[in-house]
């Protein structure tokens, strides 16, 4: 429309995980407000040292709350801008429906499962609580050992890995498994055997525009936030940070 | 007939064609003609080198190329010197050497000390190719080739880049190959000396076809023969060496029922030999002089007077019981003068002559 | 810093090696046949091959390896393939690693080889076959030795990109400690997790071995060297 | 599926062309006073200096990039002294991409540059000084002809290595659409959103037009064909 | 003096070490030695190609060399063949001609149109140098060094691959460079008959020494010159054209006092000319015979007869008014016949001779 060629584009930067998610929820916004929204998706590590050096992002939706909090000690973002945007949920996804999705029933050493796929638990925040639950149910060393571990660099990769049948059961994202059809059957992981998946956005440093300030309230709009529980991820409790 | 087929080849615009062809089984057989003539692409046609060759070609009863099947390079036991000298880069003058030698099949006849005492590489032996000048870069070739026990000798103009002290050095070699190990030599030159030399046969050829083969007789007696453009005609008998002077360090040769004194040849009474003597060289007296250092005298009938050029004639004279004739060119003003005609008889007075292999 | 560099896990280092040295060698072996090939073909063939042999650089690596992964995961028709003659399957496996860093650097092989058997023509050939070396002969005595520099230029060429190869190997082998976790990935990781020091150290590592390795291979070769022509 | 295909975004088409492009001419400018200089040193020097150029290869280019956004960022050595000079930042920009892909891919056209100066010797140089041409003369008269395919092979290594490249751009240009965004890295979002359709046509447009353009080009560079030797 | 200096260089084990030279301003000078002896290495430092060479070259009055200081080779003006024909491999046979041609300053002295004509490259010039045969190769290399306007011109055995046809038709353009755009040409061989044929002097290297620099008179007339290794020895007169015979298609020439016949020679009454006459030619008699049809009976004295071999003498002939002597090869057995002795008189009887310049 003829406005929207007058409005200031906004940039934002998303963990990939969030990315799927994200495009829709801006494209609506684009669609009812006329401002362009553009995605820069990668990991968040690679994300943070980019915005500690300048990069010309306005949000920064990352796959964690450290990142975040440590932009918000190195002063890069504006004041009280720090919020939890979704709470990641972690499934068992079992794609041949030969492994039941109940963990404590895997035998590892049976012949069917050649890998079990998690995200990086040092570089993904769903890789260490993947983690926190595989060495609850004493599997982590074990499949560390047999080398049946597959990480994935982010749980995209480790998504695809399943997916594509090269691991045949993994911990990954729920988000991924709701916004996607796919073969064989999940189950959500109790929550109580992982710390919380708490997934940061911040505004950075001087780009609190009006324009920025729209996309905020769009996304907390109630429809938006229907629309994240419906992809697979938690909403924050309201007060919590 | 040893090495015996015919060969065309298309190259650009220019177009082989040799026509059927019988290279004798033995000796050395010069390949002659102009630049471009086609000579290198003759000869690497003949050794398989070119894939688009067609043809035939059969040496020592053996197929090489008949119906576009081509017996592998490496099956035909050939000695092939190119007319760049194309030694091996990565090795040193003794491994180039070395190369053939250790793929021949044995028992060698051609050693490497030999070789390299004939080519005088001994001091060489250790050297980057890289470094070599351009006359040793082709002595090394050349040594190469031989060490590899060839069956036949293919070589372009193995001598251009050498100096007459050293072609003078190789020449002995390449005659003892050619008379004591009998292989047969094919032997592009340009240089009508080296012809002379050393050939038995030589394969004139002109734009791309074999002109003709013909024995080196036959190739020297023509009067206007290719190998002497511009040059002197020549003219060779065939000789027997009837006896040796030793004090005096001389040969005595008969040619027809003549005599014929020349320096001292190290040959056995009784064989046969080839004598070149320049046109030129020939003088023609009504009687020998008393007095002259001048050895030869020999007694001759006119057989022809023809004109050579503006100035001067060609006169063919006949020894007697010789079939070659022997060629004087006069000056017009002496056939005046002396009032040369056909069927008198004259002395013609020899001042040197030069012997064939 | 000692007590980080002491410890750090160093297996990816070895894996590493592993991967990029049978990469190599695999490249070198099969890249000859092919480079010969595409070296004595003419006309319209031979740029459309020369062509499809460089191809593999213009996909970003993680595609490439995404499609790999596809294609030969137990669902993909060279998996299925692979998996009916017997063998275990190639994802995640060393195998697979070194078959798809093979064709990733497949083109840093090819090119400096064709190229070489191109620029040494056929004239040393011919003279070796008249010394009646047969073919396999020609190739070990003659060819290999006179394009030695052009091997050279592709192995290394060839073993540095597989080295720091990454989002092939990332894809395609699954980033399994001890088995495909090699020493890019494993910087990428300490990067990813702001462990910059464990990140400078690996980095040093690296650039201080292949330096050295690279001086000393290019310094050897120099001493041997062939200048053609 | 046609509705897909007109809905792509092809302005990372574009942009990779212009990066490729600006990275490949740099390349090929500076690489070749660079590679004289490296055909004609000898001994231990040539040797170390040739393994430097070949290190940016076996870092991983992630790692690579996170380098060079640290040096080029506005806190880094490079980064201030390129401000002080008053230009703008690096970083994010398309000089930057330019200037990191340049040193990623310069192995590639450094050694076929080098290699090709020290094939062709001096020779042919001298036969043109004799013949009264003056330095560059001499370089534009023979030597740019007679290396030809070596600037052939060097430029389409380092044109396709720089169209595939993803992790040095990616870290240093930031993934900005319209600015940095290159069609690796579109291509790459596609599959990270799980967007396969898109990834699979934006990929399959690269292969193609990258099977065009390389037959096309080194189906003209046969037809001029120098066989030197 | 127009090309002075001295030049050292090493190259392995070799030494390249001239010693102080001069080359004459005008005129071919002949670089003469065995292969490997360093005359190329002697030509390129010269030329300025050997980085390494130290020493000092003036060349008419330019300092091209001195101190470690070199002008480079791009502003010397010269023309330089190399021993391996180095067309450019890029260009075809015209642009490969005309590269010099068109970065030479202008007036130009030998124009394109000549040069093909002269070299015969008329059909060759839009031929790719790849597939020129050897001889044509060299040829354009020749030509294109000629077209770049050369004030000296080096040639590295140009003539090597050239068939003695060629040879001839360049010859004369050669001598025609030589005496018309008189600049001085240097010119490796190794063929004494090009020596002959074309040199004012001669530079002969052994050892990567030069070791003389002789005019052509000097250098034939030394009975062991090192232009005829283990061939005859020469003398070399000087005669003045005394007259023409058109009739007969003869010259007369003065040699001293006594007159020699040659043929016709296009050359103007009163000219100096060389006259080359091998010692093998010529023949001692005690008269001249009545009838014969030698032109040339030259009355001579006996100065000193030395040993040449073991069967034959070198004679030393003295012709009245002549400052070069003329050699004969006499067998012993004749100076034992004719009781040939110093001081006394004889007549010399020379069938064939050679002509210089
Ligand atoms: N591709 C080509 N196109 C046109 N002509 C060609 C081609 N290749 C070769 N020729 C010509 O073929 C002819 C024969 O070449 P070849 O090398 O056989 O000659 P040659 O007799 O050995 O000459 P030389 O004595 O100079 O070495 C030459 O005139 C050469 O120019
Ligand atoms: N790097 C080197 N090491 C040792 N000797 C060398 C080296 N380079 C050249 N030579 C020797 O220097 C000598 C002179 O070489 P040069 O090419 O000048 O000879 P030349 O007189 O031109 O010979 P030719 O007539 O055979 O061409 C040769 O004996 C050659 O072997
Ligand atoms: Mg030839
Ligand atoms: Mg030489």
Redesign the interface.
């Known amino acids: 429309s003829n406005a929207a060629t007058q409005q200031k584009p906004i940039h934002l930067a998303v963990s990939a995980n969030f990315l799927a998610t994200l495009k829709q929820i801006s494209q609506k916004f684009t669609k009812q407000t006329g401002i362009p929204v553009y995605l820069s998706n990668g990991a968040t590590g690679m994300l943070y040292a980019q915005i500690k050096r300048g990069a010309p992002y306005d949000l920064f939706f990352a796959a964690d709350a450290r990142r975040p909090e440590l932009l918000e000690q190195a002063g890069l973002i504006e004041p009280n801008s720090r919020f939890t945007y979704v709470k990641g949920k972690l499934v068992v996804w079992s794609r041949t429906g030969y492994f039941s999705t109940d963990l404590a029933k895997l035998v590892v050493t049976s012949p069917q499962l050649r890998y079990f796929a998690i995200a990086n638990p040092k570089s993904a925040p769903y890789g260490r609580a993947a983690k926190q639950v595989l060495e609850h149910y004493g599997l982590y060393r074990t499949l560390l050992k047999s080398h049946q571990l597959a990480l994935g660099e982010n749980v995209g990769k480790t998504f695809h890995y399943v997916a594509t049948g090269n691991a045949q059961i993994g911990l990954l994202a729920k988000s991924y498994l709701m916004t996607h059809s796919v073969k064989g059957h999940f189950k959500d992981v109790d929550e109580s055997l992982y710390s919380p998946i708490i997934q940061q956005a911040v505004v950075l440093k001087g780009k609190k525009s009006s324009e920025v300030q729209q996309f905020l309230d769009f996304f907390r709009s109630e429809a938006v936030q229907v629309q994240l529980q419906k992809a697979g991820y938690d909403l924050p409790q309201k007060g919590v940070k | 007939m040893s090495l015996t087929g015919h060969l065309s080849l298309t190259r650009g615009g220019f177009q082989l064609d040799t026509g059927l062809f019988e290279i004798p089984e033995t000796g050395l057989t010069a390949i002659f003609g102009h630049s471009g003539c086609g000579k290198t692409s003759f000869l690497r046609a003949l050794a398989g080198f070119e894939n688009e060759a067609k043809g035939e070609v059969v040496f020592q009863g053996k197929l090489w190329l008949k119906d576009g099947k081509s017996l592998p390079v490496y099956q035909r036991k050939l000695g092939y010197v190119f007319q760049e000298s194309s030694l091996f880069a990565h090795l040193d003058v003794e491994n180039n050497l070395r190369y053939g030698l250790k793929r021949a099949t044995k028992p060698h006849h051609i050693h490497f000390e030999q070789v390299v005492e004939w080519l005088n590489l001994a001091h060489l032996l250790v050297r980057d190719v890289q470094t070599l000048s351009g006359g040793e870069k082709q002595r090394v070739a050349i040594g190469r080739a031989l060490l590899g026990q060839p069956n036949i000798l293919m070589m372009d103009e193995p001598m251009a880049s050498l100096d007459s002290l050293s072609k003078q050095q190789i020449f002995p070699y390449l005659e003892r190959l050619r008379d004591e190990i009998k292989i047969p030599i094919l032997y592009i030159t340009h240089s009508s000396d080296e012809v002379v030399r050393l050939a038995d046969t030589v394969i004139f050829m002109a734009e791309g076809k074999i002109a003709s083969i013909e024995s080196i007789e036959q190739a020297l007696n023509q009067p206007h023969s290719p190998l002497y453009q511009n040059q002197d005609p020549r003219s060779v008998l065939s000789a027997v060496l009837d006896s040796h002077v030793l004090e005096d360090g001389l040969s005595c040769l008969k040619v027809g029922s003549a005599k014929l004194s020349i320096s001292y040849l190290d040959k056995a009474v009784g064989e046969t030999l080839r004598v070149v003597i320049s046109a030129n060289q020939v003088s023609l007296m009504k009687e020998k002089p008393v007095l002259t250092s001048m050895l030869n005298h020999l007694p001759v009938t006119i057989e022809d007077i023809s004109d050579f050029n503006e100035f001067s004639v060609l006169v063919r004279l006949r020894l007697k019981d010789e079939p070659w004739p022997l060629l004087a060119q006069i000056t017009k003003r002496s056939v005046k003068q002396l009032a040369l005609e056909e069927a008198s008889e004259w002395i013609a007075a020899i001042k040197s002559v030069s012997i064939l292999n | 810093m000692l007590d980080l560099i002491l410890n750090l896990d160093y297996q990816p280092l070895w894996i590493t090696l592993q991967v990029a040295t049978y990469t190599t060698i695999l490249l070198i072996i099969l890249g000859t046949p092919l480079a010969l090939w595409l070296a004595k073909i003419?006309?319209?063939k031979?740029?459309?091959l020369?062509?499809?042999v460089?191809?593999?650089?213009?996909?970003?690596?993680?595609?490439?390896g995404?499609?790999l992964?596809?294609t030969m995961?137990?669902?993909?028709p060279v998996g299925q393939l692979w998996a009916s003659m017997g063998f275990s399957?190639l994802?995640?496996s060393m195998t697979g690693l070194v078959i798809g860093s093979f064709l990733y650097s497949l083109?840093?092989a090819i090119?400096?080889l064709m190229?070489g058997f191109?620029?040494?023509?056929?004239?040393?050939i011919?003279?070796?076959?008249?010394?009646?070396?047969?073919?396999w002969?020609?190739f070990f005595?003659?060819t290999l030795?006179?394009t030695?520099?052009?091997y050279l230029?592709g192995a290394?060429?060839a073993f540095?990109?597989t080295?720091?190869?990454?989002?092939v190997i990332?894809?395609l082998g699954?980033?399994?400690?001890?088995?495909t976790?090699v020493v890019?990935?494993a910087?990428?990781?300490?990067?990813?997790?702001?462990e910059y020091s464990q990140?400078h150290i690996l980095?040093a590592i690296?650039?201080v071995m292949?330096?050295l390795v690279?001086?000393?291979?290019?310094?050897v070769?120099?001493r041997l060297e062939?200048?053609?022509?």
């Not at chain 3, 011919?126 to 073919?135: H, I, N, P, R």
């Not at chain 3, 080295?163 to 989002?167: D, N, T």
């Open positions: 003419t006309g319209a031979k740029a459309v020369e062509a499809v460089a191809l593999p650089l213009v996909l970003p690596p993680t595609v490439l995404f499609y992964l596809v995961g137990p669902d993909g399957p994802t995640f083109p840093f090119q400096p190229h191109e620029l040494m023509g056929k004239r040393p011919e003279a070796s076959a008249s010394l009646g070396a047969s073919k002969d020609q005595s003659i030795p006179l030695r520099r052009h230029v290394t060429l540095a990109h080295v720091g190869e990454f989002g990332l894809m699954g980033n399994i400690p001890g088995v976790q890019s990935i910087i990428y990781d300490h990067v990813e997790a702001l990140a980095s690296m650039l292949s330096l690279l001086s000393i291979v290019y310094g070769n120099r062939v200048k053609v022509g």
